[in-house]
Each structure stands twice: as C-alpha cells, then as structure tokens.
C-alpha cells in the first residue's frame, strides 16, 4: 500500500459526460501528480499541484482541470468526454525529503471507460 | 513524448533466472526511479538512483547508472512467479519533480 488513495477505482460514463477522480496523497506530502495511461500513449504526465498551487504542466487536455485543497487532497476534472478519453488515470504523490531526490509514490488508479 | 525506451519489449524467463531490463533516456536526468505494474494495477516504486550514483542494491534488485550512455539497468535476481508484472524506468530532469515514463518491458516468469 502506497499510501496515495484514488476514487472511484471504475467509472463507466458516456461520451460528452464530465467526471472527477479525487485523491488523497500520502500523510504530509505536499505534491500531487497526474498521469493518464493508455494503450497507445503510455504513461503521461498531466499537471502537478504542490501544496495548493500548480507547479508543472503536461500534456493535459484544455478539457481537463485540476485542483489541490487545503487538505491537499486533488481532485482531476475530465469535460466532454471522448472515447479515446478512456484510460487508467494515476494519482501520485511526494514531498517529504530533497525536492530533486523525491521518490514519487502512486496509487492504484482509477479506470475511465467512455462509452 | 517518452523520455526513455525499455529493452527488451518482452521477457520470458524460467523461475530462478535472473532477469535485466535496460532503459535508455534522451536528457541529462536528476534521478531515476524504476517501478512495477502488475497487470492493471498501480504502479509500485521499487528504486531510486540518483545521477551522481553508479549503483544500487534492495533485496533481490540491482539497479545500475550510466550518464555517459544515458542508460540504466534493472536486474532482478532469483526470479520468482510473482515477479511477474511490467517494469518502467522514469526520469526526473530539470528543476522539478515529474517523472517521464519509458516503454516497459513486460517480464513473465514461468514456473
């Protein structure tokens, strides 16, 4: 157990739809990553909030958001959704120890099918 | 866009073999982080070497670093059935924290 909680772990919606996966990331990390993994791109990353504020952008969509609380938990924002929105999308986390040696902790993931 | 490119794609060994994947990456890097994947699953962090480290040990796992050829490898010693699963090098570069995933290598081990 990583430590980094995801919900929901399935979601089935239709295309069009808007979601939003919600994590919690490992007791006293400040860090939260996003990354999307699917057949044909691999693992990529999305966006990075620490401690509140956006600190690192990917190959995210203008279509998907995303936000770290107060609590520092995360939440990802997925609008209009497309079939090929369809993937496993990762919440990882960091943040205790040297900012350049963080081992970055993930969770199990939450499945996105779009139907 | 994948900073590294894993080698094997695919690895088929009996148990009590050794298994090494190889991974290749384009920048200068501040570390790099190999992890597990069984099949759908999360992703499990298994070692972190840093750029001003040429070796790494944990249990049964030898992580390797070379700068000058941009590459690292992972050897899994006394490979067992559960060691089956994909493994995925990732590279911090630069001044922040995100990681940029490799190819995997699919390991499976046979009994």
């Known amino acids: 157990d990583s430590g980094v909680t995801q919900t929901p772990k399935h979601l089935i919606t239709a295309t069009g739809q808007r979601v939003t996966l919600r994590c919690s990331p490992r007791?006293?990390?400040?860090?939260v990553y996003w990354y999307q993994q699917s057949l044909d791109q691999g693992l990529q990353f999305l966006i990075q909030?620490?401690?509140?504020?956006?600190?690192a952008k990917g190959n995210i969509l203008e279509r998907f958001s995303a936000q770290q609380f107060p609590d520092l938990h995360s939440e990802l924002n997925l609008s209009s959704l497309e079939l090929g929105d369809s993937a496993l999308y990762f919440c990882?986390?960091?943040?205790?120890?040297?900012?350049?040696?963080?081992?970055?902790?993930f969770g199990e993931g939450s499945w996105l099918t779009v139907v | 866009s994948q900073q590294g490119e894993e080698d094997p794609q695919a690895l088929s060994i009996q148990e009590g073999e050794n298994a090494t994947m190889n991974c290749s990456y384009k920048?200068?890097?501040?570390?790099l982080q190999w992890y597990r994947q069984n099949s759908g699953r999360g992703l499990v962090h298994l070692i972190l070497i840093r750029s001003n480290e040429r070796e790494k040990h944990s249990g049964r796992l030898r992580v390797t670093l070379d700068t000058s050829k941009k590459s690292s490898s992972l050897l899994i010693t006394a490979s067992r059935a559960a060691d089956t699963a994909s493994y995925f090098c990732a590279t911090t570069t630069g001044g922040g924290n995100k990681l940029t995933f490799g190819t995997g290598t699919q390991l499976k081990v046979e009994l």
């Open positions: 007791s006293g990390d400040l860090s």
């Open positions: 909030y620490y401690n509140g504020e956006e600190r």
């Open positions: 920048t200068s890097i501040n570390n």
């Open positions: 990882a986390s960091s943040g205790r120890g040297t900012p350049s040696g963080n081992t970055i902790y």
